[in-house]
């Protein structure tokens, strides 16, 4: 176990941390599988802003990677763009 106050402090937050990055993770991927599921057109576009917006965010505070974050937008601007 932590013998000091600050490791005591550090172990705290990063199970704060790591439940919130997995709930904001979760979250992306089942709003990229909703996009995918999408077959109408307008219906789409107007998610893909939403959900490409959400990746930008979450690469932002490093929850992913900002090269997933770019290869999902491009994956899924392709997708958008065939509908």
Do not use: C, F, G, W
């Amino acid at each position: 176990m932590a013998n000091h106050k600050s490791s005591e402090k550090r172990i705290r937050q990063t199970q704060v941390r790591n439940l919130r990055n997995r709930y904001y993770a979760k979250t992306a991927r089942n709003a990229v599988r909703k996009l995918r599921a999408t077959t109408v057109k307008e219906e789409a576009a107007a998610l893909y802003v939403k959900v490409s917006s959400m990746l930008d965010k979450l690469a932002k505070k490093n929850v992913i990677h900002k090269n997933k974050a770019a290869n999902l937008k491009s994956k899924l601007a392709l997708h958008v763009n065939k509908l």
